[in-house]
């Protein structure tokens, strides 16, 4: 579980994250969404440590992230929106498999997570390519592939579908929603809902560094258009058609 509270993280003057207080379960799949600037990015750095608070706290299964940082960072994976940034090695599959050696792990078991993550972002084969002449959309398909081999208890990915096209799109959601089933957490940062409404257990929307909306997608869709947050009609619809049913994971 990631458990935030009273979570303040100021830039100078500007208070991006402003006493948020909140607890996401292992296995819940959550969509993080709020206008540019809202904080949700600030937000989800502090998830695995990547900032600290100026006030408040963060705890990862249990334990305070400033406390255990390395603990965080291997619990906690996350892709960020600018993926180029995260890749480190010079081929597809050095990269992808650049975190789990980290861990010290067998080479069969980087194997192993290797090709399932880089299956799960239609890269299979692709091993030997270099990172290098990889285009844009490709090599956040390698940033998400690498966070995936950690296959950490958590997942946050910022912004992750951007650059990618339908069949990469459908390929990593089908590989969250199996991951968020089978006990992963996995929080998606985005201020489009548009791929993303009808997989979440529940939406939470940030306005002004704090957390403005927080619910089931079918209860809180119709809040959501006034935080300019993208919402289609047919999602819309679909979502408000759900809402009678049990809820389902990512
Ligand atoms: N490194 C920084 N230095 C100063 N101010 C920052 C910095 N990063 C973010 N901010 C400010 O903090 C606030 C929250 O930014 P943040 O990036 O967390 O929002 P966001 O919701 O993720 O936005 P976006 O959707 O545009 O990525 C904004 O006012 C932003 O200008």
Do not use: W
């Amino acid at each position: 579980m990631i458990r935030t509270e009273g979570l303040t993280h100021r830039y100078g003057d500007v208070v991006a994250v402003d006493d948020v207080s909140l607890a996401i379960d292992d296995g819940e799949c959550v969509v993080l969404a709020g206008a540019n600037g809202s904080g949700k990015t600030t937000l989800v750095r502090h998830f695995n440590g990547l900032l600290e608070p100026d006030e408040g706290r963060v705890e990862v299964n249990g334990r305070d992230v400033a406390g255990d940082l390395v603990a965080a960072r291997t619990v906690v994976g996350m892709v960020f929106q600018e993926p180029r940034d995260q890749l480190v090695a010079a081929t597809v599959g050095a990269d992808v498999a650049f975190g789990p050696e980290n861990l010290g792990l067998a080479r069969g078991e980087i194997d192993r997570r290797v090709e399932e993550a880089l299956a799960a972002v239609n890269l299979a084969n692709r091993r030997e390519d270099r990172v290098d002449e990889l285009s844009g959309g490709e090599r956040e398909r390698v940033a998400i592939a690498g966070a995936l081999a950690m296959e950490p208890d958590h997942l946050v990915l910022d912004e992750p579908f951007t650059g990618l096209d339908d069949p990469a799109r459908k390929s990593v959601l089908d590989r969250l929603r199996a991951l968020s089933a089978s006990g992963t957490g996995v929080v998606i940062v985005t201020h489009d809902l548009r791929d993303v409404l009808g997989l979440a257990d529940r939406v939470l929307a940030m306005a002004d560094g704090r957390v403005a909306v927080d619910g089931a997608p079918g209860d809180v869709v119709d809040s959501l258009a006034g935080y300019d947050i993208r919402v289609p009609e047919r999602a819309e619809a679909d979502t408000r058609d759900r809402s009678a049913r049990p809820p389902r994971r990512c």
